[in-house]
């Protein structure tokens, strides 16, 4: 095989999903935006439905919808952006729950939709989505009247337990929600770590599904193995790829391997980042390009068929802060190209 295998643990999607969930006595929905953040939510979401997620979170009513038609009817589809301007059909057809981030959304839901579902989501302080207090203020008998499935926000600092603005939030979630009997939601992954006060009815967790920090505990979901394509020996002087930015300094190895930037290998993290044969660490030489990267084989003794990037030992967190990211952004850059297997499930 010619194109590097990323292999999805669909089994250790589950374990975690479980293992958020035993974390407090509130239920567990299950974020797979941006297709399960890259890992495909068609495989990733009937194995957290057949575990028990009766609740799913989407960025768009697309999402949604294409949702729809792998989950069948028997779940709630919610969608951050709520109601936009067009999305009637899409919202009516797939029953989707739009969460209504204005009042131009409760409007609209309204007058296009009548009596069908929906949420609310209320900013309380991280000023992306959701009405602000006073907004909800006026509206908030008129929308509790027609009682909203969910009544949601979201914490901006939520992977820094002792950041001020949890509390902050929190406070102002719960002033907000005074007296509200719909099903409160408000932690993400970092929210339900913090503790039970944070859980409300419902959360949402989405990262630490994928393996990803803050949750420490989490199960590696993800491992990326890239095919040797060519090997050989350079003399000391001797430089590999783009900028001459690797210089031999001893009679080297030099395995390519068929992945690049192209594939979601951020091009910043080759300085600091490997790749492993059988978890023997080899370092990268030189730039990373499209679609190769040169890797000094020299200490492995042999050549390797693959070598591995992304697995137990190096997460997509180490490659985050290699690449000076987030494991978010790792995962949901990997790339087309990949041949992709998925393991478990069942
Ligand atoms: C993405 C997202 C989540 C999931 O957050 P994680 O940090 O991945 O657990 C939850 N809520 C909202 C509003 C989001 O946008």
């Not at 492993?276 to 003794?301: E, F, Q």
Request: glycine residues 12%; hydrophobic residues 45%.
């Amino acid at each position: 095989m010619s194109t590097a295998l990323l292999t999805i643990d669909l089994d250790a999607i589950r374990a975690n999903w479980r293992a958020l969930d035993a974390l407090g006595t509130s239920q567990t929905a299950a974020v797979v935006k941006a297709d399960a953040y890259g890992l495909d939510a068609g495989r990733v979401a009937p194995v957290l439905a057949a575990a028990g997620a009766r609740s799913f979170f989407v960025a768009v009513a697309e999402e949604g919808a294409a949702l729809r038609k792998v989950l069948g009817p028997d779940v709630a589809i919610n969608v951050f952006s709520g109601h936009m301007a067009g999305d009637a059909e899409l919202i009516g057809g797939a029953g989707l729950v739009p969460m209504l981030n204005s009042v131009d959304q409760m409007i609209r839901h309204a007058e296009a939709l009548p009596g069908h579902p929906f949420g609310v989501q209320l900013d309380s302080g991280m000023n992306r989505l959701g009405m602000e207090p006073s907004e909800w203020a006026a509206v908030r008998d008129v929308a509790l009247d027609q009682s909203p499935t969910l009544v949601m926000s979201h914490l901006a600092c939520a992977d820094e337990p002792d950041h001020p603005m949890n509390l902050q939030q929190l406070q102002a979630f719960r002033e907000m929600t005074e007296g509200v009997t719909a099903p409160l939601c408000l932690a993400n992954t970092g929210g339900i770590l913090m503790g039970p006060e944070y859980h409300f009815d419902l959360t949402r967790p989405g990262i630490g599904l994928y393996g990803g920090r803050p949750f420490e505990g989490a199960r590696a979901v993800v491992t990326l193995d890239i095919p040797v394509i060519q090997c050989r020996d350079l003399t000391p002087g001797e430089t590999v790829g783009y900028a001459n930015s690797f210089t031999a300094t001893r009679p080297t190895r030099i395995a390519t391997i068929g992945a690049g930037y192209a594939d979601g290998i951020i091009r910043a993290m080759g300085p600091r980042s490997h790749v492993l044969a059988d978890g023997v660490p080899c370092p990268i030489a030189g730039r990373i390009s499209m679609d190769l990267i040169g890797v000094d084989i020299t200490d492995l003794g042999h050549d390797p068929e693959h070598l591995q990037l992304l697995g137990p030992t190096q997460t997509v967190d180490d490659l985050a802060d290699n690449a000076g990211t987030i494991g978010y952004e790792i995962l949901t850059s990997l790339g087309a190209r990949y041949a992709r297997r998925y393991v478990g499930g069942a």
